[in-house]
């Protein structure tokens, strides 16, 4: 997974075509402007998700679906692909190729819940964009009567996980960086560092805590979204290595492993899958929404290409450097002064990246605390921002000492509030949005069907869950990786 709230905030700040106006809870929303084309007739048609969702809209300005394509590739391909040869080494062979393509699918899957939510919703109420937690408060507010009063709740659940997640990124960007240090540091001297790795860890948050306290994103960004090219560069090298290697024979490599093995497989899958909270941003950002879903839409296109891309990477990274595969690809690359430049800027693009991850969340955090602060503390005011970055960073800190291993970190993030808000809570949304719908119209075929397949998803989330983080937690106690 890429920093994708690198392309999310760079489309906010550059493309989103937004009118802000009051809600009726005296919030502000983003109202979106569209071309009459679309919204002209809106109200004298019938309220159901055929007529709603399949109504033309065409917004003022966007982008094309083309460069939503880019956009929505280059902020799905990021340093976590590095990490999924690892999980063909915990699921098998042939269990984690089959594993890539499962989640593959159904993370597809859940964003086209999201976006479709989204859409049915966002046209019902009157043509607004939502983000995912607004979206989530939507959803109930418009469900059943028992669920419109746990609204906000909803929204505060989801822009938790989100939050939990974002907090997780920083904590694998900051394990990433300092195992790329190490290398560099190794390949340099010809010897390994006089400190532990816990102590670099330390060393490293000095530098990345000082950028954090910079307010200046924009330019951030810019510079974060050239990093993809060094992504890009980074798998090219790989790639290569990849085609001139020795190969492992496939017999000697496990073909599939336990459920404590897939379970772990597919947090760090979920992790490296993970685009759930760019999607909304994206599909807001374009032209024609349309083109953001169907067959050959932007989001399916994007994801059946970097399925591929993953299925490629874990495969053939797992059958070249078989056991002794590391948490990131680029850890088994051949030191020499190409890939350690490589190696370096990477480093550079983490660097910026965690900066833009911890502006995220400081903006979500951040009006809802000084709400609850007097007006007149105006030195507190302007200390908080400072104050919170320092302690959501110290809690990422703590985070990376306690597990300082990429392929601890990464499959523990994933499996826990990756999974949350890429796959159990997309499932309840869905059907708090269309159950209704589908009961009022009489159609009990699309009702239970989407119930049974909701369900399934829901309780098969949960399972997961359960299983990853009972084996995460296992592997993190009982295993010096």
């Not at 043509?127 to 609204?151: C, F, P, T, V």
């Not at 190490?182 to 532990?196: N, Q, T």
Request: charged share 15%.
């Amino acid at each position: 997974m890429s920093t994708v709230e690198e392309q999310k905030i760079l489309i906010e700040l550059e493309t989103m075509p937004f009118i802000v106006g009051p809600t009726d809870n005296g919030q502000e929303r983003k109202q979106q402007e569209f071309d009459s084309m679309g919204a002209k007739n809106d109200r004298d048609r019938p309220n159901d998700t055929k007529s709603v969702i399949s109504t033309l809209i065409a917004r003022k300005t966007g982008i094309s679906a083309t460069s939503g394509l880019i956009n929505f590739i280059c902020g799905m391909i990021g340093p976590g692909c590095f990490s999924l040869a690892v999980s063909f080494k915990q699921a098998g062979l042939w269990g984690g190729l089959a594993l890539v393509f499962i989640v593959g699918f159904l993370s597809l899957y859940s964003m086209h819940k999201i976006v479709n939510c989204s859409q049915y919703l966002a046209k019902s109420n009157g043509d607004q964009s939502l983000d995912y937690g607004e979206m989530a408060e939507a959803a109930m507010q418009n469900s059943y009567k028992w669920a419109r009063k746990h609204g906000k709740l909803a929204k505060i659940v989801i822009n938790a996980c989100l939050l939990a997640f974002q907090l997780g990124v920083i904590t694998v960007f900051m394990v990433f960086a300092v195992e790329h240090v190490i290398e560099i540091w190794e390949f340099f001297a010809d010897s390994p560092p006089p400190f532990s790795k816990c102590v670099m860890i330390l060393m490293y948050f000095v530098p990345q805590m000082l950028l954090n306290f910079i307010g200046h994103m924009k330019l951030l960004t810019i510079l974060c979204l050239f990093g993809n090219v060094i992504i890009f560069a980074a798998i090219v090298l790989i790639t290569k290595e990849l085609m001139v290697h020795t190969w492992y024979p496939t017999w000697e490599l496990g073909s599939v492993t336990g459920i404590e093995g897939i379970s772990l497989a597919a947090g760090a899958l979920i992790y490296s899958f993970e685009g759930q909270a760019m999607v909304l941003p994206m599909e807001n950002s374009l032209k024609y929404p349309k083109d953001m879903t169907g067959a050959t839409g932007v989001l399916s296109t994007a994801m059946n290409l970097v399925t591929v891309l993953y299925a490629f990477l874990g495969f053939f990274g797992y059958v070249t450097f078989g056991p002794a595969v590391q948490g990131s690809l680029t850890l088994n690359l051949p030191n020499s002064i190409l890939t350690v430049s490589i190696k370096g800027l990477l480093v550079l693009k983490i660097f910026f990246g965690s900066a833009i991850q911890l502006y995220v969340i400081v903006q979500m955090l951040l009006p809802s605390l000084r709400s609850k602060i007097s007006e007149d503390r105006k030195m507190v005011h302007r200390l908080l921002p400072y104050a919170l970055r320092l302690g959501l960073m110290l809690i990422s800190l703590c985070i990376a000492l306690i597990v300082p291993n990429l392929m601890q970190i990464i499959p523990l993030v994933g499996i826990t509030s990756g999974l949350l808000i890429s796959l159990i809570l997309p499932s309840f949304l869905d059907c708090m949005v269309f159950l209704p719908v589908f009961k009022k119209q009489g159609d009990m075929f699309k009702f239970y069907q989407k119930l049974i397949i909701n369900v399934f998803l829901f309780v098969l989330g949960w399972f997961f869950l359960g299983a990853g983080l009972y084996s995460s937690i296992d592997d993190i106690i009982n295993n010096d990786v």
